[in-house]
T-cell receptor, first 109, second 114 residues
Framework: KNEVEQSPQNLTAQEGEFITINCSYSVGISALHWLQQHPGGGIVSLFMLSSGKKKHGRLIATINIQEKHSSLHITASHPRDSAVYICAVSSNTGNQFYFGTGTSLTVIP | DAGVIQSPRHEVTEMGQEVTLRCKPISGHDYLFWYRQTMMRGLELLIYFNNNVPIDDSGMPEDRFSAKMPNASFSTLKIQPSEPRDSAVYFC????????????FGPGTRLLVL
Protein backbone atom coordinates (compact mmCIF):
# COMPACT_ATOMS: atom_id res chain seq x y z
CA LYS A 1 0.00 0.00 0.00
CA ASN A 2 1.28 3.44 -0.87
CA GLU A 3 1.59 5.87 1.99
CA VAL A 4 0.32 8.67 -0.28
CA GLU A 5 -2.55 8.24 -2.71
CA GLN A 6 -3.60 10.83 -5.26
CA SER A 7 -6.73 11.11 -7.36
CA PRO A 8 -7.46 11.39 -10.13
CA GLN A 9 -4.40 10.05 -11.96
CA ASN A 10 -5.32 11.96 -15.07
CA LEU A 11 -7.54 14.98 -15.52
CA THR A 12 -8.60 16.92 -18.59
CA ALA A 13 -10.44 20.21 -18.19
CA GLN A 14 -11.67 23.06 -20.33
CA GLU A 15 -10.06 26.42 -19.84
CA GLY A 16 -11.82 28.32 -17.07
CA GLU A 17 -12.98 25.26 -15.14
CA PHE A 18 -12.46 24.82 -11.42
CA ILE A 19 -10.13 21.91 -10.74
CA THR A 20 -9.61 19.79 -7.63
CA ILE A 21 -6.86 17.25 -7.06
CA ASN A 22 -7.00 15.09 -3.97
CA CYS A 23 -4.33 13.56 -1.78
CA SER A 24 -4.77 11.07 1.05
CA TYR A 25 -2.02 9.78 3.28
CA SER A 26 -1.72 7.08 5.88
CA VAL A 27 1.22 8.19 8.00
CA GLY A 28 1.62 10.85 10.65
CA ILE A 29 3.08 13.92 9.04
CA SER A 30 4.84 17.10 9.97
CA ALA A 31 4.10 18.74 6.62
CA LEU A 32 2.49 18.13 3.26
CA HIS A 33 3.91 19.49 0.01
CA TRP A 34 2.29 20.12 -3.34
CA LEU A 35 4.74 20.07 -6.26
CA GLN A 36 4.22 21.02 -9.89
CA GLN A 37 6.16 19.40 -12.70
CA HIS A 38 5.85 20.92 -16.15
CA PRO A 39 6.28 18.95 -19.39
CA GLY A 40 9.87 20.19 -19.57
CA GLY A 41 10.54 18.26 -16.37
CA GLY A 42 11.32 21.01 -13.90
CA ILE A 43 9.79 20.70 -10.44
CA VAL A 44 8.44 23.65 -8.49
CA SER A 45 7.25 23.55 -4.93
CA LEU A 46 3.80 25.17 -4.80
CA PHE A 47 2.83 24.83 -1.17
CA MET A 48 4.00 23.42 2.10
CA LEU A 49 1.31 23.18 4.73
CA SER A 50 0.69 21.51 8.04
CA SER A 51 -2.77 22.88 8.80
CA GLY A 52 -5.59 24.94 7.36
CA LYS A 53 -5.40 26.55 3.97
CA LYS A 54 -2.94 28.44 1.80
CA LYS A 55 -3.61 30.52 -1.30
CA HIS A 56 -1.29 31.72 -4.02
CA GLY A 57 -2.90 33.40 -6.98
CA ARG A 58 -5.41 30.99 -8.50
CA LEU A 59 -4.09 28.06 -6.48
CA ILE A 60 -5.51 27.04 -3.12
CA ALA A 61 -4.31 24.16 -0.96
CA THR A 62 -6.18 22.80 2.03
CA ILE A 63 -5.39 20.10 4.54
CA ASN A 64 -7.48 18.20 7.07
CA ILE A 65 -5.13 16.59 9.55
CA GLN A 66 -7.82 14.51 11.24
CA GLU A 67 -8.95 13.01 7.95
CA LYS A 68 -5.39 12.79 6.56
CA HIS A 69 -6.48 14.47 3.40
CA SER A 70 -5.41 17.44 1.31
CA SER A 71 -6.81 19.08 -1.78
CA LEU A 72 -5.26 21.33 -4.38
CA HIS A 73 -7.71 23.62 -6.16
CA ILE A 74 -7.12 25.65 -9.30
CA THR A 75 -9.63 28.37 -10.07
CA ALA A 76 -10.19 29.68 -13.61
CA SER A 77 -7.85 27.06 -15.05
CA HIS A 78 -5.60 27.98 -17.95
CA PRO A 79 -3.65 25.87 -20.47
CA ARG A 80 -0.42 26.92 -18.77
CA ASP A 81 -1.63 25.04 -15.68
CA SER A 82 -1.13 21.81 -17.63
CA ALA A 83 1.41 19.84 -15.63
CA VAL A 84 1.80 16.92 -13.27
CA TYR A 85 0.90 17.76 -9.69
CA ILE A 86 2.59 15.69 -7.00
CA CYS A 87 1.62 15.40 -3.37
CA ALA A 88 4.38 14.59 -0.89
CA VAL A 89 4.46 14.26 2.89
CA SER A 90 7.26 14.43 5.41
CA SER A 91 6.78 11.96 8.21
CA ASN A 92 6.66 13.12 11.82
CA THR A 93 8.65 10.07 12.86
CA GLY A 94 12.11 9.61 11.51
CA ASN A 95 13.18 11.33 8.36
CA GLN A 96 10.98 9.81 5.71
CA PHE A 97 9.43 11.53 2.73
CA TYR A 98 6.63 9.85 0.81
CA PHE A 99 5.40 10.80 -2.65
CA GLY A 100 2.17 10.30 -4.52
CA THR A 101 2.34 9.10 -8.10
CA GLY A 102 1.11 12.42 -9.41
CA THR A 103 -1.95 13.78 -11.22
CA SER A 104 -1.49 14.67 -14.85
CA LEU A 105 -3.58 17.73 -15.66
CA THR A 106 -4.33 18.93 -19.19
CA VAL A 107 -6.26 22.15 -19.65
CA ILE A 108 -7.70 22.56 -23.13
CA PRO A 109 -8.20 26.06 -24.59
CA ASP B 1 20.29 33.72 -6.68
CA ALA B 2 20.82 31.24 -9.53
CA GLY B 3 18.81 28.53 -7.83
CA VAL B 4 19.93 24.94 -7.49
CA ILE B 5 22.42 24.04 -10.20
CA GLN B 6 22.89 20.53 -11.51
CA SER B 7 25.32 19.15 -14.01
CA PRO B 8 25.35 17.58 -16.44
CA ARG B 9 21.80 18.12 -17.70
CA HIS B 10 21.98 15.00 -19.82
CA GLU B 11 24.22 11.97 -19.60
CA VAL B 12 24.36 8.95 -21.86
CA THR B 13 26.71 6.18 -20.86
CA GLU B 14 27.27 2.50 -21.32
CA MET B 15 26.52 -0.16 -18.77
CA GLY B 16 29.41 -0.64 -16.39
CA GLN B 17 30.71 2.90 -16.58
CA GLU B 18 30.97 5.23 -13.63
CA VAL B 19 28.56 8.15 -13.57
CA THR B 20 28.94 11.26 -11.42
CA LEU B 21 26.15 13.76 -11.01
CA ARG B 22 26.81 17.14 -9.45
CA CYS B 23 24.73 19.62 -7.49
CA LYS B 24 25.24 23.12 -6.14
CA PRO B 25 22.54 24.07 -3.62
CA ILE B 26 21.19 27.54 -3.01
CA SER B 27 23.60 29.52 -0.89
CA GLY B 28 22.60 29.47 2.77
CA HIS B 29 20.51 26.33 2.51
CA ASP B 30 21.74 23.69 4.91
CA TYR B 31 19.67 20.77 3.63
CA LEU B 32 20.35 18.99 0.36
CA PHE B 33 18.27 16.19 -1.11
CA TRP B 34 18.89 13.76 -3.97
CA TYR B 35 15.84 12.30 -5.74
CA ARG B 36 15.33 9.86 -8.58
CA GLN B 37 12.30 9.91 -10.86
CA THR B 38 11.21 7.10 -13.16
CA MET B 39 7.98 6.37 -14.95
CA MET B 40 7.52 3.18 -12.97
CA ARG B 41 8.27 4.43 -9.46
CA GLY B 42 7.71 8.18 -9.65
CA LEU B 43 9.77 10.39 -7.36
CA GLU B 44 11.93 8.69 -4.74
CA LEU B 45 14.13 10.26 -2.11
CA LEU B 46 17.59 8.69 -2.28
CA ILE B 47 19.51 10.53 0.43
CA TYR B 48 19.63 13.84 2.19
CA PHE B 49 22.25 15.89 3.99
CA ASN B 50 22.11 18.43 6.77
CA ASN B 51 25.13 20.68 7.18
CA ASN B 52 27.07 18.40 4.82
CA VAL B 53 26.36 15.29 6.91
CA PRO B 54 24.29 12.44 5.45
CA ILE B 55 21.17 12.06 7.60
CA ASP B 56 19.17 9.36 5.88
CA ASP B 57 20.43 7.21 3.02
CA SER B 58 17.79 4.50 3.31
CA GLY B 59 16.53 5.35 -0.16
CA MET B 60 19.84 4.59 -1.84
CA PRO B 61 19.05 1.51 -3.90
CA GLU B 62 22.28 -0.42 -3.43
CA ASP B 63 25.98 -0.20 -2.88
CA ARG B 64 26.58 0.94 -6.43
CA PHE B 65 25.20 4.32 -5.37
CA SER B 66 27.14 6.73 -3.19
CA ALA B 67 26.73 10.40 -2.35
CA LYS B 68 29.06 12.93 -0.82
CA MET B 69 28.87 16.53 0.27
CA PRO B 70 32.41 17.77 0.87
CA ASN B 71 31.27 21.33 1.56
CA ALA B 72 28.16 23.45 1.83
CA SER B 73 28.14 24.37 -1.84
CA PHE B 74 28.71 21.06 -3.58
CA SER B 75 27.41 17.50 -3.61
CA THR B 76 27.91 14.50 -5.86
CA LEU B 77 25.91 11.37 -6.54
CA LYS B 78 27.97 8.57 -8.01
CA ILE B 79 26.87 5.33 -9.63
CA GLN B 80 29.55 2.70 -10.13
CA PRO B 81 29.05 0.53 -12.07
CA SER B 82 26.01 1.87 -13.85
CA GLU B 83 23.22 -0.39 -15.11
CA PRO B 84 20.37 0.22 -17.59
CA ARG B 85 17.84 0.20 -14.75
CA ASP B 86 19.55 3.29 -13.33
CA SER B 87 18.20 5.28 -16.27
CA ALA B 88 16.10 8.05 -14.74
CA VAL B 89 15.99 11.74 -14.03
CA TYR B 90 17.96 12.65 -10.93
CA PHE B 91 16.95 15.79 -9.10
CA CYS B 92 18.78 17.69 -6.43
CA UNK B 93 16.90 20.02 -4.09
CA UNK B 94 17.84 22.25 -1.19
CA UNK B 95 16.03 23.88 1.69
CA UNK B 96 16.66 25.76 4.88
CA UNK B 97 15.12 25.55 8.32
CA UNK B 98 14.18 22.12 9.63
CA UNK B 99 14.61 20.28 6.35
CA UNK B 100 10.87 19.89 6.07
CA UNK B 101 10.37 23.35 4.65
CA UNK B 102 9.79 24.26 1.03
CA UNK B 103 12.36 22.61 -1.19
CA UNK B 104 13.87 24.23 -4.25
CA PHE B 105 14.58 21.80 -7.04
CA GLY B 106 17.32 21.84 -9.63
CA PRO B 107 16.54 21.20 -13.29
CA GLY B 108 17.51 17.54 -13.02
CA THR B 109 20.00 15.31 -14.80
CA ARG B 110 18.51 12.96 -17.35
CA LEU B 111 20.59 9.76 -17.27
CA LEU B 112 20.44 7.05 -19.90
CA VAL B 113 22.47 3.92 -19.38
CA LEU B 114 22.71 1.77 -22.49
Amino acid sequence: KNEVEQSPQNLTAQEGEFITINCSYSVGISALHWLQQHPGGGIVSLFMLSSGKKKHGRLIATINIQEKHSSLHITASHPRDSAVYICAVSSNTGNQFYFGTGTSLTVIP
Amino acid sequence: DAGVIQSPRHEVTEMGQEVTLRCKPISGHDYLFWYRQTMMRGLELLIYFNNNVPIDDSGMPEDRFSAKMPNASFSTLKIQPSEPRDSAVYFCASSSGTGKETQYFGPGTRLLVL
